[in-house]
């Protein structure tokens, strides 16, 4: 499995905006290239949940219903990272946030957590 790691959580007012990246931990020589990457949340006492997936390529995305429209996932693979731009933040949205991976190209047409390998996770916090 690709180790994975997030940055750029953070504090942020309601309204405001953040974006995360997603890239391979550490001097792996791994590569994101071949492998859809997914984002999850988990908020306290809450059940983690898909929030938006990407396909190898690029050309096929999925996001969830609470976040269509306001937040956008993409990747560069020239640099091995994925992004989420998280736009019109809510209280609701914070949570700590994941980014995750296996050895499939396209993104399942369900978003469960059961994807193989997992980033530590990235606290994001929207203040009312």
């Known amino acids: 499995q690709v180790p994975v790691a997030e940055s750029g959580g953070g504090l942020v007012q309601s309204g405001g905006s953040l974006r995360l990246s997603c890239a391979v931990s550490?001097?792996?020589?791994?590569?994101?290239?071949?492998?859809?990457v997914a984002w999850f949340r988990q908020a306290p006492g809450k059940e983690r949940e898909g929030v938006s997936c990407?396909?190898?390529?690029?050309?096929?995305?999925y996001y969830a219903d609470s976040v269509k429209g306001r937040f956008t996932i993409s990747r560069d693979n020239t640099k091995n990272i994925v992004y989420l731009q998280m736009n019109s933040l809510k209280p609701e949205d914070t949570a700590v946030y994941y980014c995750?991976?296996?050895?499939?190209?396209?993104?399942?047409?369900?978003?469960?957590?059961?994807?193989?390998?997992w980033g530590p996770g990235t606290q994001v916090t929207v203040s009312s």
């Open positions: 990407i396909s190898n390529s690029g050309d096929s995305t």
């Open positions: 550490g001097a792996s020589g791994f590569t994101l290239d071949y492998f859809a």
């Open positions: 995750a991976t296996d050895h499939f190209s396209r993104c399942p047409s369900v978003l469960e957590p059961d994807f193989g390998s």
